[in-house]
């Protein structure tokens, strides 16, 4: 190869046209995947191509930097190249997408020269998965050189597919799918390109002190992409936009992956290209997961009774971290910062604390000291850093000072509000994660992760998280400001589609505690740190199908990004010989439901497994363990036990046969002991794991009237919201003025009476139960903080929002959809009640029709309310009544929904009773009743019923607008008029009167 390079430049200088040669100048190609860089010139301008490994052009990147010392952009001729040189290599991250990274390429170094002689250096490198190279500056007269521009301009193919972030400080931004030539602007790392069948990501690594970090930009021509440096805006105007450096230098690498869709998702190649670990001891980087406040409750740490709450959700689910986020130096309610640090570590949770990066605790030396010296005497591991917004080498030096400080105090560094990865957690291995995402915080600040959050989530594998740790925040199966339509096995799926150094769950504890054994176990025992990650299937948007290890357990992840149902094939062969067990934990019958099955597979095995819309699964494959299974098997008794002191056929009693399957499954297990072989455990596990999720899932006859806990809307019924309540959803603002002409931040509710609440805050207003809070729009009952001076027990009990109605008899599910539920409400008397009056708090539970508590309610995108039955037409007043008294009680509903169910002749729901002998009179014809039996006096004719006082409905419930009674008669119900309460309904011949 060298041999061959040096005859190539020979000729061509002896030819004297060595720019117009039409072979490459040099070229390079990867060690076994044939992917090919070559270096050639176009007009004294050096290009780079990058070919995949069938050949096609990939990227033509043109080559170049302008500084205050040189220009290197035009007028450039070849002056030599040495190698290639062999690159083999292997390190082990302390936690990443694998333990153990082998990579290997071919290296050359390339000088060219400008127009006066000045050489610039080329290091090129073709790895198996992809293409690098930067330039060098040897400048040993040690002068300062300020650079002016970077040349590098990709050229991609413009019939590629594209998905790029517009550009912005804090990289929280769509990665939305563009075609063919795509659009222009300036643009975000990572950038994907896909040409047929071929992916590209562009990036960029190994950013130092000396360099800033740079977007792309193809204003001037939609498929040429030119490295751009830092706006003057970025980093609240601090630090120079132009980088700046003394003596010798060497610019981070670009970074070009190449290949498949697994190449792109299983490459470790920024970090490949990153320096190796300078940190001398890594003990105290310690992966794992962490419980966090803020997604939730936003001032969640300023309360240390809630911040007491996470940490005793990550006691109960084994994770090793809480994170007090902001306004911590706030904190007050029973104790401050120290107290909840002091508390996290009694019970063996690190605890870690936020910081702005702006703040006068971060920004030097001497100030990190300080706060890392406190810190590290209080017992906090971790720390979070915000608000960086910025690319500029002034911040590129900032993240290098703090990620060195911490660790001389052993502390682990989360940068939020920053830059994306650029291989610092190699060089660093206390850097666990950085946020530069559209992640789940997102759900507090408007509305685009409600409608697009799967297919986003479906981009980021692809995209952000190829290059490193990403703090998303995933799982939340409750719900933020904003309601997600993901799926809760999508959520679920999430703990693994993402990968982070530490993983900040977002849901609150009882989102948690409510779901299922075996999701709730995943939960518990999902590992943040990987042994091997392998990409199994899905498209960027569409879907993600990956494949994790960690020891030998395997876990399978596959979220849905498209609102569609999809069929997921999984192929088993990356499994080892052997039997296993295999925990799927899927979509269920609806978004907030899971299937949970158990089976015993091996590597030859195929599955497919259904996805509801923007829905997904988990599987969990391994060898169970006889402790595990005792685990499983306490857990069990223990609901058995519940279960058989409660079977039957009633509502709200366990069914017998479940019940039966779970005390069989029990029994079958009692021979198994320590030294039972693995397949006898894991079939074991597998029966009376089956056998459990299905009583704790399936196993309550359904409840219909409600006392003392909420439930969910009951499937089907008739929504008769807007029938019976003048205000259904999408609630109207009754924003007023003052004086002043200012806008009061709460008005009164239309439609809806409230009673005994109503805060003055001056000039801002009247809180009088409608949340008018900028980006929100839904009824609230309760006070906010700033409030609180105002506030005191006696003058906030029977705090009500509620509307009077009167309705017919029938069955009823009243429920709303709650916005933000404050865990301050569980301190007082809260309730959603139907009452035969207005009642005081104090007597709901004594003379109110059905109640139930708000404690038992999910801030989700679920209705949450009370079932109720009225045996006859009456007036009930209908809504929310509590004692707030609490400084910080609330809760807001985004909607409200008023259900009737039809009435079910075979279970007896209702009160059905025979028709009275005797005759009802049509327009042209008689009806006569005999004994419960109906005959017509014409069974020929048509009867329309124009004046007729009752309707027909069908049995399921449904008005019917002509229905056949016998084979010789039809009824027309088109102008019936119908009267509450009365309906007829013939099944076999048989006429019955039914009051609902």
């Not at 399978?556 to 934990?585: H, M, W, Y």
């Not at 039966?660 to 029994?667: E, F, P, W, Y």
Request: with cysteine; charged share 20%.
């Amino acid at each position: 190869m060298l041999r061959r390079f040096i005859t190539l430049v020979v000729l061509a200088l002896a030819a004297g046209s060595l720019q117009l040669a039409a072979a490459p100048l040099a070229e390079l190609t990867s060690p076994t995947t044939g992917l090919k860089a070559e270096l050639s010139f176009a007009s004294k301008v050096p290009y780079l191509v990058v070919k995949d490994a069938a050949g096609r052009q990939m990227s033509k990147i043109r080559l170049g930097l302008n500084t205050s010392a040189a220009n290197y952009s035009t007028g450039m001729t070849f002056v030599s190249a040495t190698g290639p040189d062999r690159i083999d290599e292997s390190y082990t991250p302390l936690h990443g997408k694998c333990s153990a990274v082998t990579n290997a390429a071919n290296r050359i170094e390339v000088t060219l020269a400008n127009a006066q002689g000045k050489p610039l250096g080329v290091e090129i490198r073709a790895y198996e998965d992809g293409v690098v190279f930067r330039y060098k500056l040897d400048n040993a007269e040690g002068t300062a050189v300020t650079f002016d521009t970077e040349l590098t301009t990709y050229q991609m193919p413009t019939s590629a597919h594209r998905w790029l972030q517009p550009f912005n400080t804090s990289y929280e931004a769509d990665f939305p799918y563009q075609a063919g030539s795509g659009r222009t602007g300036t643009w975000g790392y990572p950038a994907l390109f896909e040409t047929s069948g071929t992916f590209v990501l562009l990036t960029e690594a190994n950013i130092g002190r000396s360099y800033c970090a740079t977007h792309l930009d193809n204003s001037a021509s939609a498929a040429s992409y030119r490295i751009s440096y830092p706006f003057d805006y970025e980093g609240y105007g601090q630090g120079a936009t132009n980088p700046a450096w003394t003596g010798s230098w060497t610019s981070p690498w670009r970074v070009l992956i190449v290949g498949s869709l697994a190449t792109v998702v299983q490459s470790t190649l920024v970090d490949d290209v990153s320096a190796p670990c300078t940190i001398a001891s890594t003990n105290f980087v310690l992966p794992g997961r962490a419980a966090w406040v803020y997604w939730a409750y936003n001032h969640g740490t300023k309360d240390y009774q809630i911040c007491r709450q996470y940490v005793d959700l990550a006691v109960k689910m084994g994770w090793e971290y809480v994170l007090f986020d902001w306004e911590w130096e706030q904190m007050g309610n029973g104790g401050n910062v120290e107290d909840a640090v002091r508390y996290a570590t009694s019970k063996k949770v690190k605890p870690m604390l936020w910081y702005h990066s702006n703040n006068g605790k971060m920004q030097n030396h001497d100030q990190r000291v300080s706060e890392f010296a406190w810190l590290k005497r209080i017992g906090v591991k971790g720390i979070k850093v915000d608000f960086f917004e910025s690319d500029k080498q002034h911040t590129m030096q900032y993240f290098a000072d703090i990620l060195e400080d911490a660790a001389k105090y052993s502390i682990m560094v989360n940068f939020h509000g920053c830059t994306v990865p650029r291989g610092w957690s190699r060089t660093y291995p206390n850097l666990m994660s950085q946020e530069a995402v559209f992640g789940a915080e997102q759900y507090n600040n408007g509305g685009t992760m409600t409608t697009e959050g799967a297919r986003i989530n479906c981009l980021l594998p692809y995209t952000r998280n190829v290059i490193g740790p990403m703090d998303y925040t995933p799982v939340a199966f409750t719900n933020s400001q904003h309601p997600h339509t993901t799926t809760y096995a999508h959520e679920l799926a999430l703990s693994v589609a993402f990968e982070s150094g530490i993983q900040h769950w977002a849901d609150r504890p009882e989102g948690f505690y409510a779901l299922p054994y075996e999701a709730q176990l995943h939960m518990k025992n999902v590992p943040v740190a990987w042994d091997e990650t392998r990409f199994l299937d899905g498209y960027p948007g569409k879907a993600f199908v990956v494949a994790r290890r960690k020891g030998e357990a395997w876990y399978v992840s596959c979220i849905n990004g498209e609102k569609k149902t999809r069929q997921q094939e999984i192929v088993l062969d990356f499994l080892p010989a052997g039997q296993f067990l295999l925990t799927s934990i899927a979509d269920g019958d609806d978004e907030s439901s899971f299937s949970i099955t158990h089976r015993l597979v091996t590597a030859a095995d195929r599955l497919t497994l259904s996805c509801l819309s923007q829905g997904g699964f988990v599987l969990n494959i391994g060898n169970t363990t006889y402790k595990e299974v005792q685990t499983l098997v306490r857990t069990a008794k223990t609901l058995l036990t519940k279960a058989q002191k409660n079977m039957g056929t009633a509502p709200g009693q366990y069914k017998e046969s479940l019940v039966d399957a779970l005390s069989a499954a029990l029994t079958a297990a009692d021979g198994l002991s320590a030294t039972s072989p693995a397949d006898a455990l894991n079939a074991a596990y597998a029966t009376i794991a089956d056998a459990y999720s299905a009583l704790e899932i399936r196993g309550l006859n359904e409840v219909f009237n409600t006392q003392g806990e909420s439930v969910r809307a009951k499937s089907g019924g008739t929504d008769v919201t807007r029938k019976y309540l003048s205000q259904a959803n999408g609630f109207t603002r009754s924003d007023a003025r003052n004086a002043s002409g200012d806008y009061y931040r709460f008005g009164t509710p239309k439609f809806w009476t409230v009673e005994n609440y109503e805060i003055q805050l001056g000039s801002d207003g009247v809180k009088r139960g409608i949340d008018n809070y900028p980006g929100y729009n839904c009824l609230q009952l309760g006070r906010w903080e700033e409030s609180a001076s105002q506030m005191n027990d006696a003058n906030h009990a029977n705090e009500r929002l509620y509307q009077r109605v009167t309705l017919p008899a029938g069955r009823y599910f009243l429920g709303a959809k709650y916005h933000y539920i404050d865990g301050g409400r569980q301190a007082a008397q809260a309730y959603l009640m139907a009452a035969p009056a207005v009642l005081a708090s104090a007597d709901v539970e004594k003379e109110v029709i059905a109640w139930g508590t708000l404690r038992t309610v999910g801030a989700d995108d679920n209705f949450y309310g009370i079932r109720f039955q009225l045996d006859e037409e009456q007036e009930v007043v209908l809504g929310w009544q509590m004692d707030g008294r609490e400084e910080h009680t609330e809760f807001r509903c985004s909607a409200v929904q008023l259900l009737q169910y039809p009435l079910d002749i075979e279970d007896g729901i209702g009160r059905i009773e025979e028709m009275d002998n005797g005759q009802w009179i049509m327009d042209n014809g008689k009806w006569t009743m005999e004994n419960g039996r109906w005959t017509m006096d014409n069974g020929n004719s048509s009867f329309v019923t124009r004046h007729s006082s009752f309707s027909i409905y069908d049995l399921s419930g449904r008005r019917v607008q002509s229905s056949v009674f016998n084979r010789h008669s039809s009824f027309d119900t088109r102008h019936s008029q119908s009267k509450k309460g009365l309906y007829l309904i013939s099944q076999n011949g048989i006429t019955r009167k039914i009051v609902l």
